[in-house]
């Protein structure tokens, strides 16, 4: 079975800083896709990382895909209130031809003004 | 163009009833993926179809679930006699056939058994 596991569980920060949130598995994914959810909402993909240390920027987000496909790692910058919510990372497999998502738990973000 | 759109969007139920949930994906995208998310959890993955062939159901948790997709595009997931731990917020997918790993979800429908 495949487990992905976000850390940390839950981030209170201020307006204006930095932060970064981690997903970490033991095992490889062919892709890794970041999602953000509100409450009461669907998760809205943010971005996905298909190479081994592929790097991907969205404004003030930075998505990085560890260089073994394992890990991954979602950095903010300034962060704003309207960030918060939760993100979560999703791992695919491109075995055969199923590409159910495996997800972590999430990382819920509050940012304070 | 429209997303993934599910209804109903919230279904309360008593124990022991049956429900339906239905999903109209994005046309044209041709995986759909059905995920449970209890509170505070998640996504899990429960079913999924390329076109009206269901791939995988090996996340259904009982044979009380069943989903089907019979003309390759509106889909329904079905659930017989709810118990309370059917609890959850039901969330269907979608996928375009060039990158079928990058999923669009729809807001999803909040089923409560009383």
């Known amino acids: 079975t495949q487990l992905l596991e976000q850390s940390p569980q839950f981030l209170s920060i201020q307006e204006g800083e930095n932060l970064t949130v981690y997903c970490n598995s033991s095992?490889?994914?062919?892709?890794l896709q970041w999602y953000r959810q509100e409450p009461g909402e669907g998760p809205v993909l943010l971005v996905t990382?298909?190479?081994?240390?592929e790097v991907k920027k969205l404004k003030r987000l930075t998505f990085q895909f560890g260089d073994a496909r394992k890990d991954s790692s979602l950095h903010i910058t300034a962060a704003q209130p309207g960030d918060t919510g939760l993100y979560l990372c999703?791992?695919?497999?491109?075995?055969?031809?199923?590409?159910?998502?495996?997800f972590g738990k999430g990382t819920l973000l509050t940012v304070n003004p | 163009g429209a997303g993934v759109s599910q209804s109903p969007r919230y279904k309360v139920a008593k124990r022991g009833q049956d429900v339906a949930l239905r999903c109209d994906p994005i046309?044209?995208?041709?995986?759909l993926f059905w995920y449970q998310q209890a509170l505070g959890q998640g996504p899990e993955f429960l079913t999924y179809?390329?076109?009206?062939?269901?791939?995988?159901k090996s996340g259904l948790p009982s044979d009380r679930f069943f989903a089907e997709r019979p003309e390759g595009s509106v889909s329904t997931l079905k659930i017989q006699r709810t118990q309370q731990e059917d609890s959850a917020v039901y969330l269907c997918?979608?996928?375009?056939?060039?990158?079928?790993?990058?999923?669009?979800f729809g807001p999803g429908t909040r089923l409560t058994v009383t």
């Open positions: 046309s044209g995208h041709v995986s």
């Open positions: 179809f390329q076109n009206e062939a269901q791939l995988d």
């Open positions: 999703a791992g695919g497999n491109s075995g055969g031809s199923n590409y159910k998502l495996t």
């Open positions: 997918a979608s996928s375009p056939n060039r990158t079928p790993w990058e999923q669009y």
């Open positions: 990382v298909v190479t081994g240390g």
């Open positions: 095992s490889v994914f062919s892709s």
